[in-house]
């Protein structure tokens, strides 16, 4: 829906398109090709886009049903700006390329040379970078996630397959080796200066290795994942934002990377039944609901609000869990908003506190 203001703001350049270069294969970043593509225009992306957009496709409807909650809001406004200034948008494309490759393709356009180059890594298996060597510029798209500087989305909580740490370590290494002096990155301002832009793509790497590196050590140790996710912490010298991926999650993500899913904890985890399926058995146990929610309380008042979050799941799960565990958790939920600064963990805590606030208002009921 987007590609008629990318249009307009592309009018600065007159007269026909004749490349357009897609950085990866993600449906945000193709899905305008066939408005902005006219006669004659090679599309141009490295050979694993087809494969991905099959990916993509295949779990269409699972992952907008997973990340609905951190962005219907904003496509419903986005949406409704497009129709209001410019009319009805077009419908998502699923393009094929033109120009496919594997490692490289090169073309000069206007006496300005363009290197195209493969660097799988932050977010897709088929992500390149645009090299003008002339100028020292690389423009990485989304290769670095969509915060650069920050550590990257190793797990996507909407649902997406494992990102490997070691192949996106060698995506900073294949940036570096560029040298560049002017990074152009999917989000925000550009980076400036070649001593920047070495000096936090080396931060980045170090991170990224160390957080592999310890979270290794600690399956070999025999530790469980849990306690790697609360003790892995960033050395100083390292440190880096955590406003898109996070430490933790990836400690996890790389784990179940090599370990797969069966954690070793429990017999219940290799049978098809959810935790859920005693929670009923637990509030008999307790006397009621009331019980678990006072524990639930006393747990958050001394700050122990996961805790709490836990165990006001087990009476969440009954239809009318009642106004005071609903109340507690809305309170909680927010209390945990409060202190978060990472955009997908923002996103769910406030997706959560409205549908906590919509059962509240509805008397307890419509938990599936």
């Known amino acids: 829906m ?7 703001n592309l009018a600065v350049c007159p007269g026909p398109t004749r490349y357009i270069v897609l950085t990866q294969g993600h449906v945000d970043h193709v899905g305008g090709v066939e408005y902005l593509r006219e006669e004659g225009t090679l599309v141009v992306a490295q050979s694993g886009n087809a494969e991905h ?6 779990l269409a409807a699972f992952r907008a049903s997973r990340s609905a ?13 497009v129709v209001r200034e410019i009319g009805p948008p077009p419908p998502q494309a699923i393009p094929t390329p033109t120009i496919t490759f594997d490692e490289r393709y090169d073309f000069e356009l206007g006496g300005l040379r363009v290197e195209l180059l493969a660097v799988a890594g932050g977010e897709t298996n088929d992500s390149l970078v645009v090299w003008l060597p002339e100028h020292a510029i690389c423009f990485t798209g989304n290769l670095f996630g969509c915060l650069f500087g920050h550590f990257p989305n190793l797990v996507t909580i909407r649902g997406d397959r494992y990102r490997d740490p070691l192949v996106v370590a060698s995506a900073v290494d294949r940036v570096l080796d560029l040298e560049p002096e002017l990074l152009l990155v999917g989000h925000h301002q550009p ?3 070649r001593a920047r832009i070495r000096e936090e793509l080396e ?7 160390f957080v592999h ?4 050590k600690g399956m070999n140790e025999g530790r469980d994942v849990h306690t790697l996710m609360r003790e892995i912490r960033l050395p100083k010298e390292l440190e880096v934002g955590e406003g898109y991926g996070k430490v933790s999650w990836s400690v996890r993500a790389i ?13 219940a985890e290799l049978y098809p039944l959810p935790p859920r399926a005693v929670h009923a058995d637990l509030v008999e146990l307790a006397g009621g609901v009331a019980a678990i929610v006072e524990r639930a309380r006393a747990r958050a008042d001394r700050g122990e609000d996961v805790e ?38 923002s996103a769910w805590l406030d997706a959560q506190v409205r549908r906590l606030r919509a059962r509240l208002g509805a008397g307890g009921e419509g938990e599936d």
């Open 2 to 8: 987007e590609a008629p203001i990318h249009q307009a």
């Open 53 to 58: 957009q099959a990916y993509d496709a295949r």
């Open 69 to 81: 909650f951190a962005f219907e809001e904003r496509l419903r406004d986005a949406y409704q700006y």
């Open 191 to 193: 980076v400036e200066g």
């Open 203 to 209: 931060r980045l790497r170090g991170a990224i290795h």
């Open 213 to 216: 590196d310890e979270t290794v």
């Open 255 to 267: 784990w179940e990377q090599y370990a797969g899913w069966f954690h070793h904890e429990s017999t």
């Open 308 to 345: 709490a979050v836990q165990l006001l799941d087990v009476v969440l799960s009954a239809p009318d869990p009642g106004p005071d565990a609903l109340g507690l958790a809305v309170a909680v939920h927010e209390k945990l908003r409060a202190e978060s600064e990472n955009f997908w963990l």
